[in-house]
């Protein structure tokens, strides 16, 4: 079970090199990635978005999956987009706080 653990953290590190395509950070930062998991070299990722009109999605999921099949051993990745938790500014890691309020922009 740990090795499967470990397994998924390199996912999460693989995607800190996703970027928003509004904000320069990281779909992992901006919350957006609420679980990854791995079976059989299937990652299935569950994510959501700032909003239901977001004009990326495609490209993000695009980029996920992209940046996934780079790893070794995944052959397939899965999107489940879901929005239920809802997406709030709450999910915004400290990083991406203090990246947006350099910006000026307001993240509480």
């Avoid at 653990?5 to 693989?14: I, M, N, S």
């Avoid at 800190?16 to 992992?28: I, L, N, Q, R, Y």
């Avoid at 977001?54 to 780079?70: H, N, S, T």
Wanted: glycine residues 2%.
């Amino acid at each position: 079970m740990q090795d499967v653990k470990q397994e998924v953290k390199r996912y999460w590190e693989a995607l800190k090199e996703v970027m928003d395509p509004e904000f320069p950070v990281s779909v992992v930062d901006m919350g957006l990635i609420y679980e990854i998991e791995e079976t059989d070299a299937v990652v299935s990722v569950t994510m959501t978005y700032t909003a239901v009109s977001c004009a990326c999605m495609e490209w993000i999921e695009a980029d996920i999956k992209k940046r996934l099949l780079q790893e070794p051993g995944v052959r397939e990745v899965q999107i489940h987009v879901v929005w239920n938790p809802p997406w709030t500014v709450d999910r915004l890691s400290p990083e991406a706080r203090e990246r947006m309020k350099k910006w000026g922009v307001s993240a509480r």
